[in-house]
C-alpha cells in the first residue's frame, strides 16, 4: 500500500508559475510510476503528465507540453510537477496517482491522491 499527499496548489495570475508535490508515504515511491491528471469543473478528468518508475521516461499532454515538467525526487518519495506560463485553462484540481506502470488511463491507477486546487486567474 502507499498514501499520497499533494502540496503546493493555490492561486497565480495567468503566466505565473507553481511547483506541485506528490509526497508517496507507505512503500517507496521508487517502486511506481506516477502520473498527474487534473479535472475542471464540469469537464471530465484528463492526463496530464507521466513519469516512469525510473524517472527515464516522461510524457505529457499536448494541451500541457513544453510548458510543465514533471520530475522525481526518490530520496525524498516525492514527484513534482513544475508548471510554468500557467493559462486559465490550466484552472482544476490536479491529482497524483501511482500504480506499477506507466498508463495514460486514470482507472488503471490503483493509488491516488486527495487533490490540490490550482487557480488561475487573469
Known amino acids: 500500500q502507499v498514501q499520497l499527499v499533494e502540496s503546493g496548489g493555490g492561486l497565480v495570475q495567468a503566466g505565473g508559475s507553481l511547483r506541485l508535490g506528490c509526497r508517496a508515504s507507505?512503500?517507496?515511491?521508487?517502486?511506481?510510476?506516477v502520473a498527474w491528471f487534473r479535472q475542471a469543473p464540469g469537464k471530465e478528468r484528463e492526463f496530464v503528465a507521466i513519469?516512469?518508475?525510473?524517472?527515464?521516461?516522461?510524457s505529457y499532454a499536448d494541451s500541457v507540453k513544453g510548458r510543465f515538467t514533471i520530475s522525481r525526487d526518490d530520496a525524498k518519495n516525492t514527484v513534482y510537477l513544475q508548471m510554468n506560463s500557467l493559462k486559465l485553462e490550466d484552472t482544476a484540481v490536479y491529482y497524483c496517482?501511482?500504480?506499477?506502470?506507466?498508463?495514460?488511463?486514470?482507472?488503471?491507477?490503483?493509488?491516488w491522491g486527495q487533490g490540490t486546487q490550482v487557480t488561475v486567474s487573469s
Open positions: 496517482a501511482a500504480g506499477n506502470s506507466a498508463y495514460y488511463s486514470g482507472s488503471l491507477y490503483p493509488y
Open positions: 507507505g512503500r517507496t515511491s521508487s517502486y511506481y510510476a
Open positions: 513519469i516512469s518508475k525510473s524517472g527515464g521516461t516522461t
